[in-house]
Structures are given as C-alpha cells and as structure tokens.
Nanobody, 119 residues
Framework: QVQLVESGGGLVQPGGSLRLSCSAS????????MGWHRQAPGKQRELVAT???????NYADSVKGRFTISRDNTKKTVYLQMNSLKPEDTAIYYC?????????????WGQGTQVTVSS
C-alpha cells in the first residue's frame, strides 16, 4: 500500500509564496511520474505540473514562470514552489504519484491541501 502525505498549504496574500510537499510511503513498486493537480470550487480538477524520475518537467500555461516542481527521489517527496501567487490560484492542491509494478502503472492521490490567495 502507498500513502501520500501533503503539507504546506495555507492562506497567503497575492504576490506571496508557498511551498507544498508530498511524501510517499509504503510499498507498491517504483515511483514514476510525480505531479500536482488542483481543483477550484465549481471547476474540474486540472493539471498543474509534473516531473519524471529523470527530472523532466511539464507545467500548465497558467503557472509557467511562477511555479517550480521538484523531487527528491531518496525521500520519495515531490515539492511545488509557488511564487507570485494570484487569487485564481486558490484551490485544493492534490499530489499524484504513479507507481509502476510489473509493468502496470497505478495512480495514487494525496488527500489534498487547501491554498487560498486573498488579501
């Protein structure tokens, strides 16, 4: 079983910064792509950023240049550094980790952490 524990959400003023963390524990294969998604009230969940085991990254256009995703493979942890935050970044942020076992990819989701950008 794989457990994901997220931390780092909170309330921040526009223009501020937050850093989210998501740590994976348990067994279940090797860790593949790690990423962050978000869901704002009344909207569908959307991709924010992903990072492969080799460090290749992908970002939603809305966060390019402001957010940075990184990972520490030894700690099985993925981070999301969020700078220049805007009110429209307000959402619940979920980490997603792909575990690969016997050639099959299993998706695991964190419980979500609230990010609120407001003055």
């Amino acid at each position: 079983q794989v457990q994901l524990v997220e931390s780092g959400g909170g309330l921040v003023q526009p223009g501020g910064s937050l850093r989210l963390s998501c740590s994976a524990s348990g067994s279940g294969g090797s860790i593949g792509v790690m990423g962050w998604h978000r869901q704002a009230p009344g909207k569908q969940r959307e991709l924010v950023a992903t990072i492969t085991g080799g460090g290749s990254t992908n970002y939603a256009d809305s966060v390019k240049g402001r957010f940075t995703i990184s990972r520490d493979n030894t700690k099985k942890t993925v981070y999301l550094q969020m700078n220049s935050l805007k009110p429209e970044d307000t959402a619940i942020y979920y980490c997603k980790v792909d575990m690969v076992a016997y050639g099959i990819v299993y998706n695991h989701w964190g419980q979500g952490t609230q990010v609120t950008v407001s003055s």
